[in-house]
């Protein structure tokens, strides 16, 4: 499986969001990495609500 293609800066904020290694980022299945996203986007707008 080929490394995800994402930008440096996607891949530092979901390593931090799932605090695990930049290198475990880039080898996620792409439909986990989707999930991750759409659950870090939920987050993100949860906590931006006034």
Do not use: C, Y
Request: charged share 30%; aromatic share 0%.
């Amino acid at each position: 499986m080929r490394p995800l293609q994402i930008s440096a800066e996607t891949a530092q904020k979901l390593a931090k969001a799932l605090d695990v290694p930049i290198e475990q980022v880039m080898h996620l299945p792409q439909h986990i990495l989707i999930q991750k996203l759409v659950e870090m986007e939920r987050n993100e707008n949860d906590g931006n609500e006034d």
